[in-house]
């Protein structure tokens, strides 16, 4: 007998939603970096530990929307809790209010069939367990939580007990997805996420989010062990496209170094990466371009 099931990560954004995927699923998937909204669309992670399979989707953080991409990115969140049989609703343990979007959520949680479960995630950041009471209580009085789980993803401390609670919320069903499979990411998204992630951590401001990696070509070569990446950096602005690059092309290289070294240990091959900047003024509100770059629903 085989079972599945299926688990929508959501919460407010730099909650460490990405990197609770990440650690569960024991490879890096889903882009990670301090800066709010790294997440812009569902991604989806699987694991299978004997006869059952866990098929997670990491979701955009909730925040407040400013343009037509984090609208989308917000309603990603929101409908990604649909027809799941649970959901990880990740707070950040630092974050002491309740933000308007999360009560919102847990509003339509509350209509939903899912299991809930709380995650208390960053408890290494806390000189003081106790501290959790008080967020606890108040988080209670909005939802009745299957189980409240405080976790560290950083210190690997609590997910391997995130995973036990979700296993047994599993029922008997086909597996979905091959029993070695750990995405259904395409190559190319992941290829291009492993560069935003890095532009994400190397640039200020608004200039990484107003950022969109599209991958031209990646092709392994017939006569020697490597891959080929070509890559487009899009930005918004003639002066961000200066910022990308930066005084003799440092800024590029670097983060094109940084890419580099993180494809080659994903892919297990020598990569030669070529990255291009190109302007594209205002997609974040263009609904073409956010579907261009596979960041609506309508994409999918
Ligand atoms: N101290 C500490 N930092 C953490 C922990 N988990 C994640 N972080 C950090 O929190 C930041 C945000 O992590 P992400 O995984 O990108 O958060 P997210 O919820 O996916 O964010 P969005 O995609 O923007 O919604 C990163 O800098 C992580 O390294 C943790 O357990 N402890
Ligand atoms: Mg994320």
């Given at each position: ?5 299926f688990?929508?990560?959501v919460g407010?954004t ?10 569960i ?9 301090s800066?709010p ?10 694991k ?10 990491d979701t ?16 990603t969140a929101?409908?990604?809790v ?6 990880l609703?990740?707070?950040d ?5 309740i933000?308007d979007?999360e009560?919102?959520l ?8 899912s299991r809930?479960l ?8 806390l000189?003081n ?8 209580t108040k ?26 609670e979700?296993?047994?919320l ?9 029993d070695?499979k750990f995405?259904d990411?395409?190559?190319r998204?992941?290829?291009?996420e492993?560069?935003?992630e890095?532009l ?23 006569d ?16 961000h496209?200066?910022?990308?690059i ?9 983060v094109a ?11 297990q ?6 990255c ?18 596979g960041?609506?629903e309508?994409?999918?």
């Amino acid at each position: 007998m085989t079972k599945s099931v299926f688990v929508s990560i959501v919460g407010r954004t730099n909650a460490g939603k990405s990197s609770l995927l990440n650690a569960i699923v024991g490879e890096k998937i889903a882009s990670v970096s301090s800066k709010p909204q790294t997440t812009r669309t569902r991604i989806t992670g699987i694991k299978t530990v004997g006869d059952t399979q866990m098929v997670f989707m990491d979701t955009p953080g909730l925040h407040k929307p400013k343009n037509k991409l984090s609208t989308h990115m917000l309603n990603t969140a929101k409908s990604a809790v649909d027809d799941m049989d649970a959901v990880l609703f990740v707070v950040d343990c630092t974050v002491r209010d309740i933000s308007d979007e999360e009560t919102e959520l847990l509003k339509s949680l509350m209509k939903a069939k899912s299991r809930v479960l709380l995650i208390l995630n960053k408890i290494d950041l806390l000189p003081n367990k106790s501290e959790l009471v008080s967020l606890i209580t108040k988080l209670n009085a909005q939802y009745t939580f299957e189980a409240i789980i405080p976790i560290s993803v950083l210190e690997k401390d609590g997910v391997s007990i995130v995973e036990e609670e979700v296993a047994k919320l599993a029922s008997e069903s086909p597996h979905f997805f091959p029993d070695d499979k750990f995405t259904d990411q395409p190559e190319r998204v992941l290829a291009a996420e492993m560069i935003r992630e890095k532009l994400l951590i190397a640039l200020d401001k608004e200039v990484p989010h107003g950022i969109a990696v599209g991958i031209e070509r990646m092709e392994e070569r017939d006569d020697k062990d490597l891959l080929d990446i070509d890559a487009v950096i899009y930005c918004e602005r003639m002066s961000h496209k200066g910022i990308v690059i930066g005084k003799n092309g440092t800024m590029l290289k670097r983060v094109a170094t940084a890419a580099r070294n993180d494809l080659e240990s994903f892919f297990q091959i020598q990569v030669n990466l070529k990255c291009w900047v190109k302007v594209k003024e205002d997609w974040r509100n263009k609904e073409g371009l956010i579907r261009n770059f596979g960041l609506s629903e309508d994409a999918n």
